[in-house]
Structures are given as C-alpha cells and as structure tokens.
C-alpha cells in the first residue's frame, strides 16, 4: 500500500490530466503501470474525466450486456473503458445496479446462464472479443476451443443423461471423447455419434496417459504421452 501511495505522489498530474483528453483510464494505468481500479480512484479523486466514455457512446448496449448478466468489469474489458465508468454510465442511464457481491457462492442457474450464452455468442466472437489476437493460433487448437466444439460435447453429455458410460459416475466433471480419434477422423470430430460420456479418470485410462492439466503439472496438451498409473 506504501508503495502504491509513493507512486501516486510521484505522478505528474498535469501530464495525466493531459493524457486523459485522449486516453482511457485502462490505458492511462496500463503506461504507468498502475492496477486499471487503483488509477480510477486517482482520478476520480482528483475529478479528472478520462475518454472512456467515449468507448460508451451506446449506453442502450451497454445496458443490455449489464441486464444479460454481465459484470461492470467483464463490460469493461470489453468495451475498453474502466469498470466504475460503466457503473456511473449506467446508473445515469436510469439501470438500477445489482448489489455487489450478491451471486458470490450462488449457482447460476440456467435460465441466467443461457441468456449470458446467447448474448456473448452475438458479441463476442473474433475481433469483439477482448482476447482476440488477430486470428493466430494452429487451426487444430482453434477447432477444439470452438464453439461447435463445446455444442457437440455438450450433445454428447446431454444424450447420455450427464453419466460416465465406463464407471457410471454423474460426479465430478464429465468428458466428452471421441470414439474414433480426432486427429485421424476430421469428418467425425462433431458427430454426436461418435462421442462418448466418461469422467476424468476413465478418460485417461481410454487414451492410456495422463492429462498433466488435470494433475497440476506443466504442459497442455494430451498429445503429451506419460503413461498413466491408473
């Protein structure tokens, strides 16, 4: 806390009330190195307005991303601007504002959760993501994290009533595994057909090796063979 304090005092306040006619307050932070929510406070003590709202010109749709069930902060990420500027946005456009904290601990339930879904699935696909990178990446990766490939798992677990079709467990976290391996079958990688419900374990005893995520060891990929002691 001291040394944030120190750093504080040391900025140049002039230069930082100039950088925020241009700049927002995430970016303003990010040159200085200062946590997005600490220089927010700065600035807002020092009444300084930053150029986030320009990056929220369209409040109609920032309130729609508010009432699907987003966070003041996930809008934040992906608007560009600081989590307490969408919050006053918000509350100056009429949005009565959840009271902080109150999901912590509570599970969503799914009536929430598909609406969430349905919305990040319009907004926040390729360059209106906030972790798009431009497109890098191999295309196998792509393809695995895709979003008809958490559909065709999530058909897969669905069909076979969320329960292990090797040990019978509805505990846990349930896979979906290819019968016929993904790497040598591209045609069957989303046919439901071809998928099979299993739990962690069992699906590392099909493929024969452990997955060193699941273990809390480096690597990330199950291509990685060290023999499973199952």
Wanted: a positive charge.
């Amino acid at each position: 806390m001291s040394s944030l304090k120190s750093r504080q005092d040391a900025l140049d306040w002039d230069e930082v009330q100039s950088l925020a006619k241009a700049l927002s307050g995430r970016k303003i932070a990010a040159l200085f190195d200062i946590p997005a929510k600490t220089m927010s406070r700065w600035l807002l003590a020092r009444g300084i307005a930053t150029n986030d709202g320009a990056k929220l010109k369209d409040v109609d749709a920032i309130a729609k991303m508010y009432e699907s069930g987003m966070t003041t902060t996930a809008i934040a990420e992906h608007t560009g601007a600081t989590a307490s500027c969408v919050s006053q946005k918000l509350r100056a456009h009429g949005v009565t504002m959840r009271p902080s904290g109150q999901n912590l601990g509570k599970k969503m339930p799914p009536s929430a959760g598909a609406k969430i879904s349905a919305f990040r699935r319009g907004n926040f696909t390729g360059d209106s993501n906030p972790n798009w990178r431009g497109g890098k990446g191999p295309k196998d990766q792509k393809a695995r994290c895709s979003y008809q490939s958490k559909e065709w798992s999530k058909a897969v677990r669905e069909r076979d009533s969320h329960t292990c079709q090797k040990c019978g467990t509805t505990q846990g976290k349930l896979h979906a595994h290819h019968l016929k391996p993904w790497k040598h079958h591209p045609e069957l990688r989303f046919d439901v057909d071809n998928g099979l419900t299993v739990c962690q374990p069992c699906h590392q005893a099909l493929h024969n090796f452990r997955f060193p995520w699941l273990n809390g060891e480096s690597g990330t990929s199950a291509e990685r063979p060290e023999r499973a002691k199952i």
